[in-house]
Structure formats: C-alpha cells, structure tokens
C-alpha cells in the first residue's frame, strides 16, 4: 500500500512558476513509478508525466512537453513537478499516482496506475 498526499498548489498569473510536490508513504517507494495526471472541469483525465523506479527516464504529454519538469528522491519519498511557463489552459486539478510497471512513450491513461493522491488544485489566470 503506498499513500500520495500532493501539495504545492495555488493561484499564477500566467507565464509563472510553480512546484508541485507528493509525498509517498511506505518502505517501497522505489518500487513505484511515479506518475502526474490533471484534470479540469468537464473534461477527461490527462496525463501530464511520468518518471521511472530510479528517475533515469521520463515521459511527459505533448501539451507540456518542455515546459514541466518531473523528478523525484527516493531517500525522501517525494516526487516533484516544476510547471514553468504556465498558461490558462493548465488549470486544473492535478494528482500523483503511483505504478508498479513502466512504459516507455506517453501513451498512459491512468489505469497504470494503482495509487492515487487527493490531488492538489491549480489556476492560472490571464
């Protein structure tokens, strides 16, 4: 079992920074893929990132490509997400997850993933 509490969220103007954190509970951290998903008012889930068991790879959705950043430390039980350059169609709920298997390419749905955090709100006015 793993437990996911994300935070960091909040109000940016646009073209501002923020860092998206979760902490992960349990001796097995390293075990998981991690992964960041959002969600915005009527519409699907997307998939935003994902990093490898040690970090060594990552994968990101063609609509944040270059701009977020996903990285994690093990040691600490954390995982992190560095959203650069926001835009108002980044708002959104945003959530970590956590998997047992890894895929190479950013074709992830969600339905990977086993563990979910409650998620962390974030907006970005014009």
């Known amino acids: 079992q793993v437990q996911l509490v994300e935070s960091g969220g909040g109000l940016v103007q646009a073209g501002g920074s923020l860092r998206l954190s979760c902490a992960a509970s349990g001796r097995t951290f390293s075990s998981y893929v991690m992964g960041w998903f959002r969600q915005a008012p009527g519409k699907e889930r997307e998939f935003v990132a994902v990093?490898?068991?040690?970090?060594?790879?990552?994968y990101y959705g063609d609509s944040v490509k270059g701009r977020f950043t996903v990285s994690r430390e093990n040691a600490k039980n954390m995982v992190y997400l560095q959203m650069n350059s926001l835009k108002p169609e980044d708002t959104a709920a945003y959530y970590c997850a956590a998997a047992r298997r890894f895929y190479s390419g950013s074709y992830y749905t969600g339905d990977e993933f086993d563990y979910w955090g409650q998620g962390t709100q974030v907006t970005v006015s014009s």
């Open positions: 990093i490898s068991w040690s970090g060594g790879a990552t």
